[in-house]
T-cell receptor, first 110, second 115 residues
């Protein structure tokens, strides 16, 4: 079992719709969770972090965490073509060891 | 803030040659990470340092790989001898520490091609 699992996609959504990206992790002791966005040929950039159960909103982005289910999600409202990228879920399992999922490719169709 | 600086951006070498990748973390960051990214395996953590000390190198694929951090502003990842399966994008990232909440700041990566 991989430590951090994501559906590789591609996930296709029409412009203006809500994109929902999901991630599960195996280490119950994990304490912090991140979503990174990576455009093709570029490096990952942080878009959201979440540390406690519940929702965290930042503009069009909402991160959701459920530690009991070991589940993290990212919602993107009013999706734009510029949101088309690969979204990486990352989990900090301890002492700064950050493990990434393989990423979900999102395509926003104009 | 200059960000994390990696060099070279691209490296093409022949099998059996030594390859050295370089990284300068963000000033004041006390944690440094080396990742490798491939289509098949995604981002894999190779090794990370805290205050210049290697903490976990369990991700280093084999003895051909070695990493050093002689001071707070410089790290190297060396592959000797290189093999075609080492072809990947290698990212260096740094973090200000303050476990567990500190996010990673990535460099632009080095694209390595071994022929």
């Amino acid at each position: 079992q991989k430590e951090v699992e994501q559906n590789s996609g591609p996930l296709s959504v029409p412009e203006g719709a809500i994109a929902s990206l999901n991630c599960t992790y195996s280490d119950r002791g994990s304490q912090s969770f991140f979503w990174y966005r990576q455009y093709s040929g570029k490096s990952p950039e942080l878009i959201m972090s979440i540390y406690s159960n519940g929702d965290k909103e930042d503009g069009r982005f909402t991160a959701q965490l459920n530690k009991a289910s070991q589940y993290v999600s990212l919602l993107i409202r009013d999706s734009q073509p510029s949101d088309s990228a690969t979204y990486l879920c990352a989990v900090n399992g301890g002492y700064q060891k950050v493990t990434f999922g393989t990423g979900t490719k999102l395509q926003v169709i104009p | 803030d200059a960000g994390v600086i990696q060099s070279p951006r691209h490296e093409v070498t022949e099998m059996g040659q030594e390859v050295t990748l370089r990284c300068k973390p963000i000033s004041g960051h006390n944690s440094l990470f080396w990742y490798r990214q491939t289509m098949m395996r995604g981002l894999e953590l190779l090794i990370y340092f805290n205050n210049n000390v290697p903490i976990d190198d369990s991700g280093m694929p084999e003895d051909r790989f070695s990493a050093k951090m002689p001071n707070a502003s410089f790290s190297t990842l060396k592959i000797q001898p290189s093999e075609p399966r080492d072809s990947a994008v290698y990212f260096c990232a740094s973090s200000p520490g303050g476990f567990p909440k500190s996010p990673l700041h990535f460099g632009n990566g080095t694209r390595l091609t071994v022929t």
